[in-house]
């Protein structure tokens, strides 16, 4: 597709600046939202689809990587949307996979652990404490908790799914192949240092093992092992990850970012019991998650307010209100067509005002409507 150029004022044409584009994780109703939108956007705009880079973690790393292996928003939105449609076929067996070896560990290392503490829960032995026995108990079941699971699932099932679809799809899983640069952020867990893949060092890795290794979240996922490395969620330090668009070149950014805190309002809430007027109602879980959202958001705050010098950024994401549809048990086709439609419908929607509002930045950036 031919991208127009901007013109001046005199006419001339200028250089069009290097766009990036960030696609925060979300889980799954987040990828949902990211697709719904940005086929919207894709329907809707000329030269949208122009990036010099493609930045993600944890669901959106999935995404980036399809897109800039020459998937269009478009093709998964209507596979995600159609159940017949096996184009994309992820199933919750390949996401919720337990972790059999890790519950194995918890077995053997809690025996373990047990035959060293019931030695020193001896009675007749001296101690050179004045710890009651309760307390002593205590304490040496303390060792039990480096028995617990580092995670319920395992996350190879997912990434076996992944390198099947770029295989089916002919999309490369090797960065220096991909049809558009993307860059994967996961973390290694025992440097506790953000990890670039699909930058110089790290563009060995298959791109399906660093999506999984980026969508490693702590508690849910085992973290996943390369090499000798084991690596977990890539957003717990920034939604944006400005630094490597800025690095890859990029002028601008334009991020998708689906994890907004749910605004109920006192609303109807979503449970499996009925209805509820508190995201308390949904449990633990969603308590979790809303924290997580919380947070999140004000990460995004913070970093769309002070980017990297030199560099625009604009932020898509839903109203608080819309996100309501996420209280929904996302494994549920109707609640992941309702995320999609929804997320398309509202951008469509948004679209009139949002070039008005941007009319200077949709110029600069060749971005027209169709």
């Not at 070896?101 to 503490?117: C, D, I, N, P, Q």
């Not at 490693?216 to 330090?237: E, K, N, Q, S």
């Not at 006192?266 to 509820?276: C, E, H, N, S």
């Amino acid at each position: 597709m031919t991208v127009p150029q901007p013109h001046g004022s005199d006419g001339t044409a200028l250089a069009r600046p290097r766009i990036a584009l960030s696609l925060p994780g979300g889980g799954l109703s987040g990828a949902l939202y990211q697709v719904g939108a940005l086929a919207a956007l894709y329907d809707a705009l000329e030269g949208f689809d122009d990036f010099c880079v493609y930045v993600g973690h944890a669901g959106g790393a999935v995404v980036a990587a399809s897109i800039a292996g020459g998937i269009s928003a478009e093709r998964l939105y209507r596979a995600l949307l159609d159940p017949a449609d096996p184009f994309f076929p992820l199933e919750r067996r390949h996401v919720l996979a337990p972790d059999y070896s890790e519950w194995r560990r918890m077995v053997k290392t809690g025996f373990l652990a047990l035959r060293h503490a019931l030695p020193r829960l001896d009675p007749r032995r001296p101690s050179l404490t004045t710890v009651g026995p309760k307390d002593r108990v205590a304490e040496e079941l303390d060792r039990l908790e480096d028995s617990v699971p580092a995670g319920l699932f395992t996350l190879e099932k997912f990434e076996r799914t992944i390198a099947d679809f770029f295989a089916r799809r002919d999309i490369p899983n090797v960065f220096y192949d991909m049809r558009k640069a993307v860059r994967i952020i996961a973390y290694d867990l025992d440097a506790g240092e953000r990890v670039v893949f699909g930058e110089p060092g790290s563009d060995h890795v298959p791109v399906s093992l660093a999506c999984s290794a980026s969508c490693a979240l702590p508690l849910f996922f085992t973290p996943v092992r390369i090499g000798d490395r084991h690596y977990i969620d890539g957003g717990l330090c920034s939604m944006t990850h400005f630094d490597v668009a800025s690095s890859a070149g990029a002028e601008f950014t334009i991020v998708v970012n689906p994890r907004v805190p749910v605004t109920t309002r006192g609303g109807a809430v979503p449970t499996g019991y009925g209805l509820g007027t508190s995201v308390r109602d949904k449990g633990a879980l969603w308590v979790l998650n809303q924290s997580r959202r919380i947070a999140s958001q004000a990460m995004i705050e913070r970093e769309m307010a002070a980017p990297p010098p030199g560099m625009g950024a604009l932020l898509l994401s839903p109203q608080p209100e819309d996100a309501v549809l996420f209280l929904s048990n996302n494994r549920s086709f109707e609640a992941r067509r309702s995320v999609l439609e929804h997320a398309y419908r509202s951008t469509r929607a948004r679209l009139a005002s949002w070039l008005e509002t941007h009319a200077d930045f949709a110029e600069r950036m060749g971005l027209r409507p169709r």
